[in-house]
Nanobody
């Protein structure tokens, strides 16, 4: 059974940093592209960053230069390092395997206060 569990969110001031983690299980992690998404209140869920099995990455324009996605295949874990956080980064962050059907965890709340 495919499962993902996000952690690492919290309350941070503008300009601060957070590192999110996503532990995955139930599939051969190293073979799949993994993605981080976020959803702000009243907004649609949007892709923040993704990382392929080979390590190549893709970022939304809004986070380029500030966020870094990485993965540890030995730990079945994908990370999202978020620096220079802005109030507009406030959202619930989710990770998922980029393959249909998608499985979602409960997400982790990130709140950036000004």
């Amino acid at each position: 059974q495919v499962q993902v569990a996000e952690s690492g969110g919290g309350l941070v001031q503008v300009g601060g940093s957070l590192r999110l983690s996503c532990a995955a299980s139930g599939f051969i992690f190293s073979r799949y592209t993994m993605g981080w998404y976020r959803q702000a209140p009243g907004e649609q869920r949007e892709l923040v960053a993704s990382i392929r099995s080979g390590g190549s990455t893709n970022y939304a324009d809004s986070v380029k230069g500030r966020f870094t996605i990485s993965r540890d295949n030995a730990k079945n874990t994908v990370y999202l390092q978020m620096n220079m956080l802005k109030p507009e980064d406030t959202a619930v962050y989710y990770c998922t395997r980029e393959y249909f059907p998608r499985y979602w965890g409960q997400g982790t709340q990130v709140t950036v206060s000004s």
